[in-house]
Structures are given as structure tokens and as C-alpha cells.
């Protein structure tokens, strides 16, 4: 029971007891009772009130170390305060470290200060020197990170859209395996974090936009598997995982045993992903079944309008 509940429920007692007190017929009748009656009724009735209080306190005290009723829980209520707001400052004092790696996360989180004029324009001058830095790694960031605040948007990791927005992933190729999964944009002279991954979609391996740039087709990958998802960026609208999608619908018509993990990785692959029209994404999936005992090489099409995924052996498809 919350406080004000608990609160109110006390009051309540109270009430109905005075409203008991005034029925109880101690103000009709005759003047000449006792007075001690009344002295005597009215300690009752404080009593009885003391009592239900206390009884509420005690109610109150035990429900406090009872089960806790939780519907939903969300990430930030799992941090039991305020989320750390994006600190600059911290970034800027950081490229001074002899940590190469402190540096490196530095160059990119700055790019986070893109809406903020001054600060862009102070990390605009930090970041030159590191445009000559030893480490490929760190004066490819710094590279990456100018192109974005100096708005220049020149770089083969930025994409232009059909509405005008730009779209990219920071830590570019940070890892074997990929860049952060993370999908970044600006619009009308605005960044905004527009999406991000769930494991075991650990990296971003490719962003390929549709001709008329209306969608855009992101590749992800653990260390394990690889995923493929097609997202509408202006209307917010994206389809099914295909990989998983084409390994599933495939094991069906070929009768596999086709069984989903509880880490959600399919050991599965995609390979030579290219747009048909501006509608139609095509790959050739390697899809793995029985564990990796058995693999199917497959071709997949998927249009994305009508939500039709199809699934053909590589042998059918040519």
C-alpha cells in the first residue's frame, strides 16, 4: 500500500469514528447524564483511533519488507538514478591521455557534441593534430569525427538519404568484426541516436541504401552469426531479421529440424547483398541447421513493401 493510500485509509478511520461518536446519541441525549459517560466514551473513542492507527503503522512497516510488484521493468530504472548526462568536457581533457585507447574513444564520443555550436567548434581545434597521429586507428577517427562536426559529410561512412537526413555508425571498424552498433543521425542540423542493436547483433558491418535511398539495408554479426535488417528511416518502419527469417521459412520447406537458440545466434551467414530495384533486396545466405551439421546455401529476396521473403536453393536459383 503506498503512503498516500495508507494516509488516507487512517484518515478514513478517524472519520467514520467521529461520525460513530456524533450517531452514538451523546449529543441528544438529556443534560443530565453524567459527565463521567461522557469522559469515559470519549477516552473509548481515542482509544479505538490510537489503535487503528497504530494497526495501519504496523500494516505499513510489514507490506515495507514484502515482495516487491514490479510490471515492467525498464533499463533506466535499473539504474536507481538519473543517467549521467553527455559530458564534453570529459572527452576534450581525455585526448591529452597517454592512452591511446582513452584517446580513441575520446575522437569519437565527440562527435556527440554536434549540436552544440561552441563545443563542436572547440572540438573542431582539438582534433586537428590527430589527423597526423602515428595510430592509422586514432587519425581515421579524427578524420571521421572533422568530416561530421565540420559538416562536410564527405566520408564513405556517412550516407545521405532521400529525405536529407545523414546516417552513419561511430567506431568505424573498431573491431574485426565491425563498427558500433549503433545507428547515428542527423536531420534538419540535428543528431540524434536513431537506433541501436541488441545483442547478438554485437556490430554493424554494412549500410546499404537503397537507389532512390528511401531504405537502407543494415548488416550486423556477432562473432558467430550474421543478421540483415531493412529499415524505412523516415517512417521508422523496418522488417524482420532476413537471415534467421530465410533459415527458418527454409528448414520448413526442406523439413530440417530447425531449432532457435536462447542466445539468439544462428550461425548463419549473408553474402553478396545488393538491392534489385528500390523495393527488393536480394543476398545468398549460407543457413546452418542440426547445430552447423548441416548447411544450406541458399539464395533470399526480400521485398519489402509487401513483406514477402523468398528462399531457394543456390542450385534452384541459377
Not at 109 to 118: G, I, M, S, T, Y
Not at 157 to 168: N, R, T
Not at 208 to 228: G, W
Request: hydrophobic residues 35%; contains cysteine.
Amino acid at each position: 500500500m503506498k503512503k498516500e493510500e495508507l494516509y488516507r485509509e487512517i484518515g478514513f478511520i478517524d472519520e467514520n469514528l467521529i461520525e460513530a461518536a456524533e450517531h452514538s446519541g451523546i449529543g441528544k441525549r438529556k443534560k443530565s447524564i453524567s459527565k463521567k459517560w461522557v469522559v469515559l466514551v470519549a477516552c473509548l473513542i481515542l482509544y479505538s483511533s490510537t489503535a487503528s492507527a497504530l494497526l495501519a503503522t504496523e500494516y505499513y512497516k510489514n507490506n515495507q519488507n514484502a515482495e516487491p510488484y514490479i510490471r515492467y521493468l525498464r533499463a533506466e530504472d535499473m539504474e536507481l538514478a538519473p543517467v549521467t548526462q553527455y559530458d564534453a568536457d570529459k572527452f576534450l581533457h581525455a585526448l591529452k591521455s597517454d592512452n591511446e585507447e582513452y584517446v580513441y574513444i575520446a575522437i569519437n564520443r565527440l562527435v556527440e557534441c554536434f549540436n552544440d555550436q561552441k563545443l563542436r567548434e572547440k572540438a573542431l581545434k582539438e582534433l586537428q593534430p590527430f589527423l597526423e597521429n602515428d595510430n592509422q586507428k586514432i587519425a581515421d577517427s579524427a578524420a571521421f569525427a572533422i568530416d561530421i562536426l565540420s559538416k562536410s559529410y564527405r566520408s564513405p561512412y556517412v550516407f545521405k538519404l532521400a529525405d536529407g537526413s545523414i546516417l552513419f555508425a561511430l567506431f568505424n571498424n573498431y573491431s574485426d568484426y565491425g563498427s558500433q552498433n549503433v545507428l547515428w543521425r542527423i536531420k534538419d542540423n540535428v543528431l540524434k541516436e536513431y537506433s541501436s542493436f541488441s545483442p547478438p547483433s554485437m556490430y554493424i558491418t554494412d549500410i546499404i541504401p537503397s537507389p532512390n535511398k528511401k531504405l537502407v539495408a543494415i548488416v550486423t554479426c556477432s562473432n558467430k552469426s550474421e543478421f540483415v535488417q531493412i529499415i524505412n528511416i523516415e517512417e521508422g518502419m523496418t522488417s524482420p531479421e532476413l537471415v534467421e527469417s530465410a533459415r527458418v521459412k527454409y528448414g520448413a520447406q526442406k523439413e530440417l529440424d530447425t531449432w532457435i537458440r536462447t542466445d539468439y545466434e544462428n550461425y548463419s551467414y549473408a553474402d553478396k547483398i545488393v538491392w534489385k530495384d528500390n523495393d527488393t533486396l536480394e543476398f545468398e545466405g549460407s543457413l546452418a541447421y542440426q547445430d552447423t551439421a548441416v548447411i544450406e546455401n541458399v539464395t533470399v529476396t526480400y521485398q519489402f513493401s509487401k513483406k514477402v521473403i523468398e528462399v531457394k536453393g543456390l542450385s534452384e536459383s541459377r
